[in-house]
């Protein structure tokens, strides 16, 4: 009984656990990549960037980590390979809430839920020439994620993070 109980308590941790493992491991084997912009926000920043609006302010006021990463893209076999380790990557703990195709190029926001929060959103963008990824992990809201996502809010917050920090 005390066995069954430990290896239950053992999977939960380690599903909870794994969409921030795999972040982090791609976060770690890319960082020092050559030309990679990687950029892990610490908390006093947060409130630099949430003065974009109010819907990002409501959003930047909930969140406990926030990473961008910048990588070249320039060879289709390394945009194959970025847009499947992604992919991979988010597998089946996220929710694709968007998705926009156009051949090799990417476009995709995915959200990690749990009961009626959104926990986890990462948005993915490769235009074929350099990929970048936008990691959020807090509470929040599903309707405000929602109405950002549809007015594209986190395109103009992946704006104002490069206009930020200076990234080229």
Same mark, same amino acid.
């Given at each position: 009984m005390t066995k069954s +109980? #430990? #290896?239950l308590l053992s999977l939960v941790l380690l599903t909870s656990?794994?969409?921030q493992n795999a972040i982090d491991s791609f976060y770690n084997a890319h960082k020092n990549d050559d030309q990679v912009q990687a950029i892990r926000v610490p908390r006093f920043m947060l409130t630099l960037l949430s003065s974009i609006s109010p819907e990002v302010q409501s959003l930047i006021g909930n969140t406990k980590d926030l990473r961008y990463m910048q990588f070249? !893209? @320039? @060879?289709m076999e390394r *945009? $194959?390979?970025?847009?499947?380790e992604m992919a991979t990557m988010t597998g089946n703990s #996220? +929710?694709? &809430?968007?998705?926009n195709n156009d051949n090799a190029k990417r476009? &995709? &926001? !995915?959200i990690?839920? $749990?009961?009626? *929060? &959104? $926990?986890e959103i990462l948005i993915y963008?490769?235009?074929? !020439? $350099?990929? !970048?990824f936008l990691y959020f992990k807090g509470n929040f809201d599903p309707v405000r994620v929602r109405e950002m996502v549809k007015n594209k809010d986190f395109e103009k917050l992946d704006d104002v993070i490069i206009n930020q920090f200076n990234i080229q």
């Open positions: +109980i #430990f #290896f656990c794994g969409s070249p !893209s @320039t @060879t *945009t $194959k390979a970025l847009n499947n #996220f +929710i694709e &809430v968007y998705r476009n &995709v &926001v !995915s990690r839920e $749990k009961g009626n *929060t &959104v $926990k963008n490769n235009d074929a !020439s $350099k990929g !970048s």
